[in-house]
């Protein structure tokens, strides 16, 4: 029951989840990214939390980021990009704000285990965390962690991964002096 | 115990309430609003989701603002606003972020009940809303509705006619025009 | 330009929309609140926020209510109510929600403008408040403000008439000693 | 500038930090947890997500938890605890908050970085990840991450490791018959 059994499973877990994201379409995402006038971001519960750091650190590299729903989010357009996070990519919110993007004409990421899903004919990218989902497919990780947490897990640490690749790509020499894009107030 | 009876009554407390704030203050509010580059808001509760909506009008009129803990919230500096709602002018969340404010010369507003709060040293401007504290000065509105609802109508309303007042002031004709500033994904 | 000007408007809006709301609708919607074992709302943007305030306030009241995506949301059951915030009665998102709702046998409460939506079949009362819409239907009052600020205004006042009028329906005497439910953190 | 490269460095970082995460200190967290009649979390920016991760999960596995500022938060009492997330312990809303917790009498534990911080004071635990802070102690593992990502990280790792070890404690073996405790209208 204790603290090292467990942390051991998470970390053979996460290892094993994040050695088998393909190293391909997690660089397109960095280039889609990067290309984009405006980055959005959905998803719901767990998931969207990780969205939303995900958000953060695009904004401290000076990638204009937010979340659908957020008190500050502009209007989408054909030079943006939504990025959607969903495992079984069948939650209905972010399939339908999905469908509302794809009519605006903006490129859309999906971040998900199950790629036979309702969300297919709106991907322009399909980024696979093979996670054990709700439909038990074959080629997943079948996860001894509590719900979906191991997807949230990946998702967090390829969010982080990918902010390493955006800050090269967007040559950020000094990392430091991004705490200045940092908010001061809290 | 109807609807007629207690409808009537937050109407006649909401006109006494708007009828007695300083139209001066109101306006002055509104000019350091259009000079300012970015607006934050802060606030806890009920006040604060007010005051989130006054964030989410404000952007539909082309000015920046975001509240304290956004997740895309950026440094504030010393071309910027915060304003501060608090009936009391004791919270203690809402006083240290204003303390911090000051410290990067960020012009401070504070809307509130209470003229002889904690506030009062860092305030550049005080927009009083005189409903009743849990403090019963002299010079309140003794409201009979829930706890502090009569200061969070009031709030609103205020954010309401200062963001028409700074429609005019910006002179933006078609008001109709700002929804494509709206958010277009939910 | 003025605040008196303004603010005069405001007041002029809101009596009228608020007077024109019916009050069975409204006391019908206060015995369903009464009777649920569970509150859930949902709506986007302003409407949202002004959702969560009735939500606030149905806590400090007793009543066990909660919005859609929040991180302690239970499960919805046959015997919980969801209140859903729609002026056109026509977005996306609450409209899906809806749907689940009524799959687990959920009572539904819409409160819009437009009586004839495409939330109507999911409907076990609709409350109206007779603000324009996009739409301009007839028998709507054609609003000065910007945007939709009418309808989230009276969206507050009717939550906070109706707050009055479950603390009447519970026989809670003293209002005062609601101060002990209320959050004492911030 | 590859996907593999940014993996690896962020999987090595994350088991260093986790592999030096005291057992006893995490098993004396989630007694603690197991105990409480609440639980509330307090933290900024992209902490505060992972901590409200944490609470969306322990809602999950049957224990109230919510965050400050949360819409239904309730008051808190002596029979209650407050987890901060802060690495450096020096955030200063954070640290108001633990203080007015304490004067409540509820328990605190801080899980930080920092063991010298102006928090110390107030614990009733200190869970220590050992990750690099701006204070640049010696003891700390200096990441080659963006600013705090690593703390962060360890601190949704940490909170899903003591989710396994609630699950034990409370000895719930069916795993999967949790999902009816889940929110089930997105």
């Known amino acids: 029951?204790?603290?090292?059994?467990?942390?051991?499973?998470?970390?053979?877990?996460?290892?094993?989840?994040?050695?088998?994201?393909?190293?391909?379409?997690?660089?397109?995402?960095?280039?889609?990214?990067?290309?984009?006038e405006q980055v959005f971001v959905v998803g719901v519960g767990r998931v969207l939390l990780m969205m939303k750091a995900f958000v953060k650190r695009l904004n401290h590299l000076g990638i204009s980021a937010n979340y659908v729903g957020a008190v500050n989010e502009p209007a989408i357009t054909e030079r943006d990009v939504l990025i959607v996070g969903s495992g079984s990519g069948e939650s209905v919110v972010p399939l339908e704000i999905m469908k509302i993007a794809k009519c605006y004409q903006a490129k859309i990421i999906h971040i998900g285990s199950n790629?036979?899903?309702s969300m297919r004919p709106y991907e322009d990218l399909f980024v696979r965390i093979p996670c054990s989902t709700k439909l038990h497919q074959e080629d997943e990780?079948?996860?001894?962690?509590?719900?979906?947490?191991?997807?949230?897990?990946?998702?967090?640490?390829?969010?982080?991964?990918?902010?390493?690749?955006?800050?090269?790509?967007?040559?950020?020499?000094?990392?430091?002096?991004?705490?200045?894009?940092?908010?001061?107030?809290?």
């Open 1 to 36: 029951m204790g603290y090292q059994e467990k942390k051991d499973l998470v970390l053979r877990e996460i290892k094993q989840s994040m050695d088998m994201i393909n190293a391909e379409e997690a660089e397109k995402m960095v280039h889609m990214i990067c290309a984009a």
């Open 115 to 117: 790629q036979h899903s």
């Open 141 to 186: 990780i079948e996860s001894e962690q509590i719900m979906s947490s191991l997807f949230e897990q990946s998702l967090l640490l390829l969010g982080d991964a990918a902010a390493m690749m955006i800050a090269e790509e967007k040559e950020i020499k000094d990392i430091h002096a991004l705490w200045k894009m940092h908010a001061n107030l809290e």
